[in-house]
């Protein structure tokens, strides 16, 4: 109940926060993309933190949104929400595919077919015609309803309601059947399965569920920038970003993955357009002549990438169980 | 309290703008300073730097904000997104790659601040019809044609394609197919490959195998080196190799004379063109950087020095593509217009370049009216 | 003659990712962990290679005297100073740990070296031999593969006739156990960490002159690495070495018979059937997963 509440007050105040910045869409994009990769590391949670099947292709099944929404728009000229729809089912099928191979696999295993799934499609992306290959697919121009899809406004609100969607559905799993049994598999496979747990049906249950979710953030994503390529949507990179949000929240919380990606999220961006080198020059903290000015105003865009990996360690060796999981007791 | 003093004095130089034009001019730079295309990006940011650096001596001043996009197109639109509402720029040159070209080129109309795209090649950026995107380069499909145009005159019959499979690369063999066919080549054999492989053996078998009169390459730095150092190994002997761009256009491919001698290449530049200003560009290129620049670095060169030569006569935005539109220049990328031409707009109609390695240095040897060697023809190791 | 000249490259190719291959799986089999900057590691040789041909004028595969002993070192203190502090957490922290890690070194190459792709130039980088019917072998890959047998030879008699070797194997076969015997599993673990380190590091620099050398350089044969110790059985040198030829051989004939741009597919379709199909790899015993 309380849980509850709390996601309905933070969603309230989250669908108000863009009358308050002005609807500036510099900030409005990157609080798409903090929503975005908090649905995505939430989604991605059902499978990994409750049921301890750590996917490391979840990348598969955002491309699969995000391409066939692509493919049926471009040459179809199907409405977008069918077309979302469409991702869901397709997400779907390369789910049940993938579970049918890696379920049958433990540890490292797991995580190694997971990587080989997610890279034999997203080559196979690359390699055939109608997904337009290499080249990606772009899309001019968009409509539904009358929106304004160049606005930021309804991908906003569209990737609220899908973290909203992935949280209650996290909550009501966490307290039904299939939560319990997820959560014993997590434990102890085998003494799950000697209790006569079906460990297929379940695992195979919180990897649809999870899939269907980031294949409607993949649809999103696609008709939010029009553009996509495999390099954007189906790339390793992604898959790792995903986990490595929940990680550093807390994997196996409500809030892990949200609270991960409301950090990292601009953090990344900061490094990236170097705000933080250009605030420091601009108080005169740092001097924009000096040695250190020098350095942080053209190299630290070369190097943000060189930080986020320092952050990462630093947070596994000093955070393992992420930032919800110094406040948790130990079970 | 010093230090409060000091930001509180910082605060209000930050507000000096406001009050009257004393500051310069804000201009972005969107480029690939990370990431999978960041070889070429550090070329980009050379140049433009140079341009900048030049500018400023000649008292132009203008504040440059540099952003990086990591080839990533979700990244270019923030970073144009944050150089347009937060930064306040008039206008941004960039970005470096075709996807995120393509992204920013579609909302550069949204914001009304004009773009300009200094080399990413794919035709879509300025066939949309959008009013405040300009192209300084020539697009895809100029690289194979004036590749095919310069060996026309030698009658090949039959046509291989070997290229990575990127945007570029397919891109560029699909305008290279069309032009084949209006040539009447054969196509005897097709090698798309993933860059970063170690071996390329097989694929080049084959495509000896097929013993084409022409084969035609897209790579990068780094594979066409690789590729052409096997083509030699297993003794891969056509009538030429022509590589579209890029890889086959460094200095770095040049020295390996081994492999490079009497290869062609398609390039939108030289430093033996005869464009005003070309060869010193290149002399003070190389004393900064201790490297002959790419073509990259010159699109990027001129391209910032349109753009703040520009800006720097505009107030807003409107004015900027206002005067783009207008403007016509003549720098070391020759005569350049933003014109609207077969279904192009804003586009430098730029003529390429045909180069040919000699003894490791490039030659312009196509068109006659800029080159002054000729191509020799066929290829011979 | 094209299937033969196909089979030859894939060996010779081949020989290089075994390489690349063994590292990961001795890291594997003792530590238990998969190592996610092994690609980057191998980077690392390809710029010892480059700098000690630059600079001090040293022969990429005379440089290998310096490099196994330096990237052991390396290898030896990332291990004391990261990998040990998490032996025990859960498989995707060190994952992710070892992801960080590559981050790092692949993301300060860059900063130090700049993007620019070097090319290491020897008198012999482009040539090959010529035989009957148009076959031809690369001789710096001819080198590399027979370095790349001794450095087998070596390890394989190192791990089966040494002490250490013995109690590496011991700590892979089972670490509760080893450590009841009295073996000292930390200092194992750093040992197999910086044998891995030294290995990948070798192959990046046997690779070198017919590569290309880039901070990005070693992501290319991550994966490729993964595939050939979970081929070769995890822990099992010689089922690794096997392996690497194996795919190498399997992309070179997936390029000449299928087409260049699917190999790579092919090559993890071998990877999930031989999971499916033998998980305990073509090389290990049953029940060793």
């Known amino acids: 109940m309380k849980q509850s509440a709390i996601i309905v007050i933070i969603a309230a105040v989250a669908a108000l926060l863009p009358l308050m910045t002005g609807e500036n869409p510099y900030v409005l994009g990157v609080m798409i993309s903090v929503l975005m990769m908090a649905a995505l590391s ?32 471009s040459t179809f000229n199907v409405n977008p929400l069918v077309s979302m729809a469409a991702g869901i089912i397709i997400a779907c099928i390369i789910a049940l595919i993938t579970g049918s191979i890696v379920f049958r696999l433990r540890g490292h295993y797991f995580g190694l077919a997971s990587i080989a799934v997610a890279e034999i499609v997203r080559l196979s992306v690359l390699n055939v015609d109608f997904s337009g290959g290499a080249q990606g697919i772009l899309l001019s121009d968009l409509s539904l309803w009358g929106l304004d899809l160049n606005s930021k406004n309804p991908f906003y609100y569209g990737m609220l309601i899908v973290l909203v969607v992935t949280l209650g559905i996290t909550l009501y799993l966490r307290r039904s059947k299939t939560g319990f049994y997820l959560q014993a598999i997590r434990e102890d496979q085998d003494a799950a399965a000697s209790l006569g747990i079906n460990l297929s049906f379940y695992k195979n249950k919180a990897l649809l569920i999870s899939a269907a979710l980031t294949s409607v953030l993949g649809s999103l994503y696609a008709l939010y920038i029009r553009f996509i390529d495999t390099s954007a949507v189906l790339d390793l990179r992604l898959s790792i970003e995903i986990i490595l949000t929940a990680i550093i929240g807390g994997v196996g919380t409500l809030w892990g993955p949200v609270l991960g990606a409301v950090l990292l999220v601009p953090l990344a961006e900061m490094l990236r357009s170097n705000v933080i080198g250009e605030t420091l020059v601009k108080h005169g903290i740092v001097s924009e002549t000096s040695g250190l000015g020098l350095f942080l105003k053209d190299n630290l865009a070369h190097a943000h990438v060189l930080v986020y990996g320092i952050i990462t360690v630093l947070c596994i060796l000093f955070l393992p169980k992420g930032i919800l999981g110094l406040f948790r007791r130990t079970k | 309290m010093k230090k409060k003093l000091v930001s509180m004095v ?12 004393a500051a310069p001019i804000k201009i972005g730079f969107i480029n690939s300073i990370t990431g999978k295309e960041a070889q070429i990006g550090e070329n980009l940011t050379n140049g433009a730097a140079m341009a900048i650096e030049e500018l400023k001596a000649k008292g132009i001043q203008v504040e440059l904000i540099k952003e990086d996009d990591g080839g990533d197109p979700k990244n270019a639109l923030a970073a144009y997104e944050k150089l347009v509402t937060r930064d306040g720029v008039i206008g941004v040159v960039g970005p470096y790659t075709s996807g995120s070209a393509n992204v920013v080129a579609s909302r550069a109309d949204q914001y009304q601040v004009p773009l300009l795209v200094p080399a990413a ?29 310069a060996v026309a005159a030698y009658k090949p019959k039959t046509i291989a394609y070997v290229y990575a499979a990127t945007d570029f690369g397919v891109s560029t063999v699909k305008t290279a197919q069309e032009n084949a066919a209006k040539m009447g080549l054969k196509e005897v054999a097709n090698e798309k490959y993933q860059q970063g492989q170690p071996d390329y053996r097989p694929s080049l078998a084959k495509v000896k195998a097929a013993n084409p009169d022409l084969i035609f390459l897209v790579s990068y730095d780094a594979d066409a080196i690789l590729l052409m150092r096997q083509a030699k190994e297993i003794g891969l002997t056509p009538k030429a190799f022509l590589g579209a761009g890029a890889g086959y256009t460094t200095a770095q491919f040049a020295q390996q004379t081994e492999i490079s001698n009497l290869v062609v290449s398609a390039t939108q530049w ?10 010193d560009f290149a002399r003070r290129y190389q004393a900064k950087y201790s490297k002959e620049p790419s073509y990259h670095a010159a699109c990027a060169y001129e391209a910032m020095k349109i753009m703040v030569v520009t800006a720097s006569k505009s107030k807003t935005p409107t004015q900027l593509r206002a005067g783009l539109k207008a403007g016509s220049w003549n720098g070391i990328l020759g005569p350049v217009k933003f014109a609207d031409y077969s279904g192009f707009t804003n586009q430098n109609n730029h003529p390429m370049l045909v180069q040919q390695i000699i003894n490791g240095k490039y030659e312009t040897v196509y068109p006659a009216q800029f080159s002054k060697k000729k191509l020799i023809y066929p290829f011979t190791r | 003659m094209f299937f033969l000249q196909s089979l030859l490259s894939g060996i010779l190719t081949g020989g290089v990712y075994a390489l690349a291959g063994i590292g990961m799986s001795l890291v594997f089999g003792v530590m238990n962990i998969s190592n996610f900057a092994h690609g980057d590691l191998m980077m690392l040789g390809m710029y010892l290679a480059y700098f000690a041909f630059t600079l001090l004028h040293i022969d990429p595969y005379l440089s290998l005297l310096l490099i196994i002993p330096t990237a052991f070192l390396f290898g030896f203190i990332i291990e004391k100073l990261f990998i040990h502090r998490i032996i025990n957490h859960p498989h995707q922290n060190q994952i992710l740990l070892t992801i960080g890690l590559g981050l790092i070194m692949s993301n300060s190459a860059l900063l130090a070296f700049t993007s620019d792709p070097k090319i290491l130039t020897t008198t012999y980088s482009s040539s090959a031999f010529h035989f009957f019917g148009g076959i031809s072998l690369s001789v710096p890959l001819l080198l590399s593969f027979v370095i790349t047998c001794g450095i087998i030879g070596v390890l394989f008699f190192f791990l089966s006739k040494s002490t250490t070797g013995l109690a590496l194997w011991a700590t892979s076969q089972n670490r509760e156990a080893a450590q009841l015997m009295g073996i000292n599993v930390a200092k194992m673990s750093a040992i197999a960490f910086g044998l891995g380190t030294a290995l990948a590091a070798t192959a990046g620099a046997l690779i070198a002159p017919t590569y290309y050398i880039h901070p990005m350089a070693g992501h290319t044969f991550l994966l490729k690495a993964f595939t050939i110790c979970v081929l070769g059985g995890l822990g099992s040198v010689i089922g690794a070495g096997v392996g690497g030829v194996i795919i190498g051989v399997v992309e070179s004939m997936a390029s000449t018979y299928l087409s260049s741009d699917w190999k790579d597919v092919v090559v993890f379709i071998i990877f999930l059937a031989v999971l499916l199909l033998r998980p305990q790899g073509l090389f290990g015993k049953k029940g060793e997963q």
């Open chain 2, 10 to 21: 910082a605060t209000a130089m930050l507000l000096l703008p406001l009050l009257g034009h």
């Open chain 2, 121 to 149: 090649a794919k035709e879509d950026i300025t066939m949309k019809g959008y009013k405040n995107v300009f192209r300084l380069n020539a697009p895809a499909n100029v690289y194979s044609s004036v590749l095919m145009s």
């Open chain 2, 270 to 279: 030289t430093d033996d063109v005869n464009w005003p200003g070309a060869a």
């Open chain 1, 42 to 73: 939430s989604a991605w949670n059902i499978l990994g933190g409750y049921a301890g099947q750590y996917s490391f292709g979840h990348a598969a099944y955002f491309g699969a949104g995000a391409y066939t929404t692509m493919i049926l728009i």
